[in-house]
């Protein structure tokens, strides 16, 4: 397993960041979430992991939804691009202050392929706690030889770090055993408005009565 100090996203964040603000394009994400939240009951999102609010922002042209964002890089959040009804945090999600089932649906995009595996169920528990609906996972769920060609720095206990110039940029991994008490309500492996920078789906969980 990749020790923590080989995972130094505080770098990759300011990366992503600074990446995502040419490529990110709001309204080809809209058309994305309108798919993915077409018919949902849901009023109020809250973004685990935002980064600077691209898919807040691409959600609120859908509709007068509720929105809230939190990311641990203050990077990020010093250069996001919400107005101030979406609210923003600088926090660990997974120690994040949210009162249990506050919103309807919490999102995490590209969040937990950059966590270290002892992070990821800490996350997850966090956003069904929080959530008290549903989960909406958008991630990287190809196989790794799928990806543009980077180097896999390291193989461990089948999962992927893909890196790009020697430094860390995701884990690929298989994020479905970690939700064990919910539904799935849909899959679907391939998002063509997500994939501005690397191939993404969506899975639907939603949570159990
Ligand atoms: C690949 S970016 C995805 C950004 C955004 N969701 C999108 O789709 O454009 C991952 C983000 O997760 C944030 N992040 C990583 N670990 C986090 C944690 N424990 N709590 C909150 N945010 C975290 C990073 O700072 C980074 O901005």
């Known amino acids: 397993m990749g020790s923590r100090a080989m995972n ?4 990759n964040a300011k990366r ?30 809250l ?10 922002m691409a959600i609120k042209t859908l509709g007068n939804y509720e929105l809230y964002g939190s ?29 249990d089932n506050s919103v309807d649906m919490v999102l995490m995009c590209g969040l ?34 799928s990806f543009p060609k980077l180097s896999q720095d390291a193989i461990c206990n089948l999962e992927y770090l893909v890196c790009n110039q020697g430094k860390p940029m995701f884990w690929i ?8 008490r ?5 899959r679907r492996d391939k998002i063509p408005e997500l994939s501005d920078i690397f191939p993404m789906g969506a899975i639907l969980y939603k949570k159990e009565d």
């Open 173 to 180: 991994r298989d994020f479905e055993k970690h939700f064990k």
């Open 71 to 99: 990311d641990l890089s203050d990077y990020a959040i010093e250069h996001a691009v919400c107005p101030p009804d979406i609210k923003l945090t600088c926090c660990d999600f997974a120690k994040s202050e949210y009162q």
């Open 47 to 56: 973004e685990a992991g935002c980064n600077m609010g691209f898919n807040l």
């Open 8 to 11: 130094n996203f505080d770098d």
């Open 182 to 186: 919910c539904t799935k309500v849909y």
């Open 16 to 45: 992503w960041t600074d990446v995502a603000k040419g490529a990110v394009n709001i309204p080809v994400r809209a058309k994305a979430f309108k798919r993915l939240l077409k018919g949902l009951p849901v009023t109020s999102i």
């Open 112 to 145: 937990l392929n950059w966590l270290h595996y002892d992070e990821l169920e800490p996350v997850i528990k966090r956003a069904f706690e929080i959530s008290r609906k549903y989960i909406l996972l958008i991630d990287h769920f190809h196989p790794p030889d």
